[in-house]
T-cell receptor, first 116, second 112 residues
Framework: DVKVTQSSRYLVKRTGEKVFLECVQD?????MFWYRQDPGLGLRLIYF???????EKGDIPEGYSVSREKKERFSLILESASTNQTSMYLC???????????????FGPGTRLLVL | GQNIDQPTEMTATEGAIVQINCTYQ??????LFWYQQHAGEAPTFLSY??LDGLEEKGRFSSFLSRSKGYSYLLLKELQMKDSASYLC?????????????WGAGTKLIIKP
């Protein structure tokens, strides 16, 4: 079974703090993704990575950065947390190399972040 | 623009059948996914359609019509554990790195 884990289920931070969210997958997937999920909106892609040290901006990268130093680990960084970054953050991973049909994304349990 | 539409909420009765619709308008199409998400949990993969027609997987089936930009998820013999949100996502073109475009999800409430 694919396993994607995230470092925290719940997190409370103060405005201006630097926040690190970590994601680890054990399936040797090349692609990794960070999304945020807010009520009434579809999942929105923040950043993704298709290889170690590679990153691509998604639809809403402002206020976020990412790091991928190892294939299995993808970190999301909020440089200076703001209240509008209160959200559910979901990490996902998928293969690149198995054709489009094989690129199903598998999700971690999510981190619910509250910024006060 | 890119747009995925699903009903916000649906209610159905245990043991019945329910159909959740998804319509899409995207600049490219490389497949459509359905995911299930229980409250407070991760989305889990249900189905993938890239060709027109019906794909059946146990109590769940998914249908695609590319010419109409339309898909549905059919759930039969509903069980209480099927109460969840159902997310529709379309995979975009190569020049978008095949990114998924997500609908807001349909919350399905099952009543006894």
């Amino acid at each position: 079974d694919v396993k994607v884990t995230q470092s925290s289920r719940y997190l409370v931070k103060r405005t201006g703090e630097k926040v690190f969210l970590e994601c680890v997958q054990d399936m040797d997937h090349e692609n990794m993704f960070w999304y945020r999920q807010d009520p009434g909106l579809g999942l929105r892609l923040i950043y993704f990575s298709y290889d170690v040290k590679m990153k691509e901006k998604g639809d809403i990268p402002e206020g976020y950065s990412v790091s991928r130093e190892k294939k299995e680990r993808f970190s999301l960084i909020l440089e200076s947390a703001s209240t509008n970054q209160t959200s559910m953050y979901l990490c996902a991973s998928s293969f690149v190399s198995r054709g489009l049909a094989g690129q199903t994304q598998y999700f971690g349990p999510g981190t619910r972040l509250l910024v006060l | 623009g890119q747009n995925i539409d699903q009903p916000t909420e649906m209610t159905a009765t245990e043991g019945a059948i329910v159909q959740i619709n998804c319509t899409y308008q995207t600049s490219g199409f490389n497949g459509l996914f359905w995911y299930q998400q229980h409250a407070g949990e991760a989305p889990t993969f249900l189905s993938y359609n890239v060709l027109d027609g019906l794909e059946e997987k146990g109590r769940f089936s998914s249908f695609l019509s590319r010419s109409k930009g339309y898909s549905y998820l059919l759930l039969k013999e509903l069980q209480m554990k099927d109460s969840a949100s159902y997310l529709c996502a379309v995979r975009g073109p190569m020049d978008s790195n095949y990114q998924l475009i997500w609908g807001a999800g349909t919350k399905l409430i099952i009543k006894p």
